[in-house]
């Protein structure tokens, strides 16, 4: 028996969707809370008849709206077609990640910590699905909750990139990305053109249950593993990155040129006389922003110049639809998949010297200490003066080198007022106690056949950093004008350390003599030890452990976080709308208070801003994963023809089956599995982070400085392994006994270095 149906009521949002649509029907927000008010689930039937729709035009949509409220996880829909409300069935729904060894964890999407999912409960699901689970039981002695999946709400794959294999009368495709631990096996109903070894693509056609594996069909075959740009064609497939534009975007933007209209410019502050320059990467194809400073009696004045990529970007247009799909441009190695179509990303939107441009710029009035006395916003039109390059102003103004051309020359005296700037907003940060982290990254240059010839280390100088902090004044202006008129946008938030790695952290860095108290560390405290181990030669080493025990930065709503790597509590990304997403949702927030001074008719409300918030930071780890898995693509592909060839480099971490270690230049990690160490039986040491020989004593640990010779490359599995040819020097900043620390629990399982070699055992952890 269903219970009765609740007599009808008004829609508060009717309004909204008659605007919306010719003929509307019940809102979302009405629709669940009339399903709310049954104590059973209730079928469709029955919600249309508490609705009074008899028309089938009506039912049809009610059942589209129905269906798409269970899709993104409003409602549970039961085997019988019954609605009802998770709230009713106290269900966690969250996002799933899969380990290699078959089990999982789901994410929470109302916070706190993983669910535990056994391999039993992760057959049917795939990494990235989101689903439904209920706790079924409370692990005390691991501390964490196991859940039962009881509905799959949402799947990340529609398609998956793998290797094309036939054995026995069976074809399947191992897929590329190994969170993905199911082999998806082909409809032999279909043909197709792939040969064993093959890179493929292959769309599901039915997704994996309690007792299936997933089934597929190619769709494309991309070839074999060393065709040029085949890292990047694997990387965009296996993260679903968009990369192609679609009909509607395409006649939007075909009738943009280059050059602005006149038109465009009425209404804006002509700041065109003043000598903006932009400074950028020498390989750098899009410039958004410029940047001028002039001094004051009692400090400076410092424009940043942002492209106004909102001016030619409107909401809700096939443009700013794809753009907000697509989240950011990603960056690989020679190459990018822009936001934006290249006419405004690097034409109508790209600061390019001696030609007008659109901008929202800043203003700051900056005092002689570093600190923004105040701020204003404004539209305007810039003509940029200059098309500089990093190494050329560092030379000139850091280094007292002689400008390198008649164009550095000509605004070298503007350069020196932006260094003084630089030099205050340094001294300010340095006072806060920004955490001063010093990143490295590798370029890769190519031949003309696009492959490999050389990784080198990149150089990061003063003028980066320059321009890093007038970028940082102008974000923290964005934020607090937002925020002070409390105009929904999105703040880029950092909550600082991951509470579950504070202790462990304290514990190694009282290896290395350096105290860190683990209950609510500061940016202060993270700040001291960061200049406690600056010239240590295990600095980069440290320095990764250390970042690890930080939480991901995102994008929220969220006015109260602030972020705790940079020390601030107001911050907003503003700089970078032609390639960030979130940047676009801040210009239009300026945009909307210049023009209006209130609230009442901006676009985006809390909900929808938390809801980008969400998907803005899905997207940011989505392209950071793709441009990595392009890098070790490539770094294997070069490593794989250096075989025999040796390297020095740094443990990086230590496990009971041997040691990772990353080569000084290529940042590229491998292992030297313990059967590849000195003859010995091995302990592993958890918490000094060390195989400790039981025979010789001889021990490797953590910082350890050693010359490895290449063994092995599974481009397959983007895997490197190493052999050990010898340590470079002793290890200098000995470990305080324990006595100082406690005693180390030393591990009982001893590994034993035969020379004999099971990669198994290396992947089994």
């Given amino acids: 028996m269903s ?52 028309d089938e035009v009506r039912i049809e949509a009610l059942r589209r709206r129905l269906n798409a409220m269970v899709r993104d996880g409003q409602l549970f829909r039961n085997r019988r077609g019954g609605y009802l409300s998770f709230d009713h069935m106290d269900l966690e729904k969250g996002t799933v990640q899969t380990h290699p060894d078959g089990f999982g964890f789901l994410t929470p999407e109302s916070g706190g910590k993983d669910i535990y999912l056994p391999e039993r409960q992760m057959r049917k699901l795939m990494n990235g699905d989101k689903a439904a689970v209920k706790i079924a039981s409370y692990d005390s002695r691991r501390e964490r909750k196991e859940g039962t999946v009881i509905a799959v709400l949402e799947r990340a794959h529609q398609s998956v990139v793998g290797r094309f294999h036939h054995e026995s009368g069976i074809e399947y495709v191992i897929p590329d990305d190994k969170r993905l631990t199911q082999d998806i096996l082909l409809n032999r109903d279909f043909g197709h053109s792939a040969k064993g070894g093959d890179i493929v693509v292959v769309r599901i056609s039915e997704y994996p249950t309690q007792h299936t594996q997933p089934i597929g069909i190619i769709e494309s075959v991309l070839g074999q593993d060393y065709a040029p740009g085949m890292e990047v064609t694997i990387a965009l497939n296996t993260h679903s990155i968009p990369h192609q534009w679609n009909a509607g975007v395409l006649a939007e933007v075909e009738l943009l040129t280059e050059r602005v209209a006149k038109a465009d410019k009425a209404g804006r502050k002509d700041l065109s006389k003043l000598a903006f320059v932009t400074i950028d990467g020498a390989d750098a194809r899009d410039f958004d922003d410029a940047v001028y400073c002039k001094p004051t009696d009692n400090g400076y004045l410092l424009y940043v110049a942002i492209a106004d990529v909102a001016h030619y970007v409107n909401i809700d247009s096939c443009v700013d639809q794809e753009a907000s799909l697509r989240g950011t441009s990603v960056y690989f190695p020679g190459e990018v998949v822009p936001m934006l179509p290249e006419i405004l990303s690097n034409g109508l939107c790209s600061l390019n010297p001696d030609l007008d441009r659109l901008c929202l710029v800043c203003r700051m009035d900056i005092s002689l200490q ?46 020196e007022n932006l260094k003084l700037v630089y030099q ?17 990254e590798v370029v890769f240059k190519y031949n003309q056949q696009r492959k490999i010839e050389s990784i080198e280390p990149g150089q990061r100088n003063e003028a980066h950093r320059l321009i890093e902090e007038c970028m940082i004044a102008a974000n923290i202006s964005a934020a607090r004008l937002l925020k002070q008129h409390k105009i929904p946008t999105l703040y880029r938030i950092h909550a600082g350390p991951n509470a579950d790695k504070l202790l462990n952290l304290a514990e190694f860095l009282s290896g290395f003599g ?52 940079l020390a601030l509590q107001d911050y907003a990304h503003f700089t970078s709308p032609i390639r960030r997403y979130p940047d676009l949702l801040v210009h239009r927030g300026i945009k909307h208070w210049i023009r209006c001074a209130r609230l009442e008719g901006f676009k985006y409300d809390l909900a929808g801003m938390t809801s980008l918030g969400a998907s803005c930071s899905r997207y940011e780890r989505r392209a950071d994963d793709a441009s990595r898995d392009a890098a070790d693509w490539l770094k294997c592909e070069y490593l794989q023809k250096r075989i025999g060839q040796q390297f020095n480099g740094i443990v990086t971490g230590v496990t009971s089956f041997g040691l990772f270690v990353q080569l000084d230049d290529l940042l590229m990690d491998g292992l030297v599995h313990v059967t590849a160490l000195p003859r010995d039986y091995y302990q592993f040491d958890p918490v000094r982070h060390r195989l400790v020989g039981e025979m010789t004593n001889r021990s490797y640990q953590l910082g350890d400085r050693l010359s490895v010779e290449v063994a092995r490359v599974d481009m397959e599995d983007r895997k490197v392994d190493f052999n050990l040819i010898s340590r470079l020097g002793e290890h200098k900043n000995k470990r305080k006994k324990a006595g100082k ?9 001893k590994v034993r270095a035969t020379g004999k070699y099971s990669r198994r055992a290396g992947n089994k952890k």
């Fill in 370 to 415: 570093g600190s923004i006395k105040s701020y204003e916003f404004v539209e305007a039109v810039i003509h940029s003066q200059a098309r500089l390059i990093y190494d050329d102003v560092a030379a000139a103004i850091f280094e007292a080198g002689s400008p390198a051309s008649d164009t550095l020359k000509r605004v070298l005296p503007d350069l």
């Fill in 741 to 749: 620390t406690g005693k180390a629990k030393v591990s009982k399982r």
């Fill in 514 to 565: 350096i105290s860190l108290t683990p209950e609510s560390p500061t940016p202060q405290d993270y700040a001291r030890v960061i200049d406690a181990i600056r010239g240590m030669p295990e600095f980069a080493m440290i320095q990764t452990v250390i970042l690890r025990s930080l939480l991901q930065a995102s994008y929220s709503p969220d006015t109260k976080t602030g972020h705790f790597g």
């Fill in 3 to 54: 219970k009765k149906a609740p007599p009808p009521s008004s829609d508060p949002f009717a309004a909204r969707e008659s605007e919306k649509y010719e003929q509307p029907i019940a809102s979302r927000e009405h629709l669940l809370n009339l399903i709310e008010s049954y104590s059973v689930p209730v079928p469709q039937e029955q919600i249309a008849d508490s609705l009074e729709y008899f």
């Fill in 424 to 440: 205050a907003l340094a001294r300010a940060r340095q006072k806060r106690h920004a955490i001063e982290f010093e990143t490295r």
